[in-house]
């Protein structure tokens, strides 16, 4: 998939996942004209919710060839104020992005977060938890371990969330890493750099 159409759909990840109903028509869709195999379409539909199947979607288009964005584009008929808004965001140049005004040190985005940023970071963390996680590469499985093991406390969740993300990744686990799925989610950088101080 070309870099422009992955940016696209990262930086409308969390939209998507609120606005499209996947299961009706553009699953099928996709799996029809030869995008999702039997297997991605089973991952898809396994999901919980309607957002989860939408994420997973989002998570398998890109590695799905130079032509899943044009035909997740043509899938959206039913959503056709989304497609609107994926092909003028395409045409639109881009602005400064808002990471510009907060810029962190070259020093600190190749080092891995300690357990005292990690917990800061989970605190401030609200809903989007759940979308950062994900597009740091955790299964659905491990975010509904770590939704259960915690059912009271998103903030414990969200910790437990990126304690396992910096096991598993090890030195990957990079504030970097961590700026650009916070980015994906819509937080703001700000987050971050609150945390980091």
């Known amino acids: 998939m070309d870099p422009a159409h992955k940016a696209v759909l990262r930086k409308h990840r969390l939209d998507l996942s609120g606005e499209l109903l996947v299961s009706d028509t553009i699953v099928p869709f996709l799996f029809q004209e030869d995008i999702l195999t039997d297997a991605q379409v089973d991952d898809i539909e396994s999901q919980s919710t309607n957002r989860l199947k939408t994420l997973r979607l989002l998570d398998i288009l ?25 092909l003028l965001e395409l045409q639109t140049p881009p602005g400064p992005s808002s990471t510009d005004v907060f810029q962190l040190p070259d020093s600190v985005l190749p080092r891995v977060p300690s357990d005292r940023e990690l917990s800061r970071l989970a605190s401030r963390l609200g809903a989007e938890w759940e979308s950062v996680l994900m597009d740091l590469g955790l299964s659905a499985e491990a975010l509904y371990r770590c939704r259960s093991d915690h059912p009271l406390s998103t903030r414990e969740a969200a910790l437990a969330g990126l304690v396992l993300w910096r096991r598993s990744e090890g030195r990957k686990a990079t504030v970097q890493r961590l700026l650009q799925s916070l980015q994906a989610a819509d937080v703001h950088p700000s987050v971050l750099q609150d945390v980091l101080k």
């Open 62 to 86: 890109p590695t799905r060839g130079p032509r899943a964005f044009h035909t997740f584009l043509r899938s959206l008929e039913d959503f056709s104020w989304v497609r609107d808004r994926l």
